[in-house]
């Protein structure tokens, strides 16, 4: 099967610019997630998607992050305006919906690097 | 969720087993131990996962002990291609969201 799709691979802006992430998951998996993963760090969860509908945006910075899955198939995740902390690794992941074995496993894309200077 | 503790780095020769230990004293009776790996420049990498019993698949085996406070994944012949970090993450079922911790950096060595 294909994996999840990410783009672009790279980003290189300036601060107080926007830029947007587009992510598309693996055909027929329902729940997809954004993590932001910063140099030395293991990935953090910012928005959690059920179909189209946020299940989880706890940890999404809302005064300039958003995401949306309008479809409930592709999702894009934008930042505007960008700033110097927000360099780092934008990784999309998906996965089946499932209740059994504790839940299905997370595939993930292998993300899009951002560079705010 | 509950948290974990592993050796921030591990060395192993190549085609040796590799044993990786975490820690989860916390962990509640419906929680799951599951383990992924990164890759450099890649994203994480499903491995395994397990509740209370051992587990095996083409990749890894998962010892658990009894009273579910650690575990160990076991790569049982390692590659150079298995240079990694390695995390461990314990979540809820029904529970999707994974919380990694820094993991261990495993790197074979030829």
């Known amino acids: 099967e294909a994996g999840v799709a990410q783009s672009p691979r790279y980003k290189i802006i300036e601060k107080r610019q926007s830029v947007a992430f587009w992510c598309n998951p693996i055909?027929?998996?329902?729940?997809l997630y954004w993590y932001q993963q910063i140099l030395g760090q293991g990935p953090k969860l910012l928005i959690q998607?059920?179909?189209?509908?946020?299940?989880?945006d706890s940890q999404l910075p809302k005064d300039r992050f958003s995401a949306e899955r309008l479809k409930g198939v592709d999702s894009t995740l934008k930042i505007q305006p960008a700033k110097l902390e927000d360099s780092a690794v934008y990784l999309c992941?998906?996965?089946?919906?499932?209740?059994?074995?504790?839940?299905?496993?997370?595939?993930f894309g292998n993300g899009t690097r951002l560079t705010v200077t | 969720d509950a948290k974990t503790t592993q050796p921030p780095s591990m060395d192993c020769a190549e085609g040796r087993a590799a044993n990786l230990p975490c820690n989860h004293s916390t962990i509640s009776g419906n929680e799951y131990v599951y383990w992924y790996r990164q890759i450099h420049s890649q994203g994480p990498q499903y491995i395994i996962h397990g509740l209370k019993n051992n587990e095996t698949n083409e990749m890894a085996s998962l010892i658990i002990t009894e009273d579910r406070k650690s575990s160990t994944l076991i790569l049982p012949h390692a590659t150079l291609r298995d240079t990694a970090v390695y995390y461990c993450?314990?979540?809820?079922?029904?529970?999707?969201?994974?919380?990694f911790g820094k993991g261990t950096k495993l790197s074979v060595i030829p």
């Open positions: 993450i314990v979540t809820g079922a029904g529970s999707y969201q994974l919380t």
């Open positions: 998607f059920q179909n189209n509908g946020v299940v989880d």
């Open positions: 992941a998906s996965s089946l919906e499932s209740w059994d074995r504790g839940g299905s496993p997370l595939h």
């Open positions: 055909s027929g998996h329902a729940t």
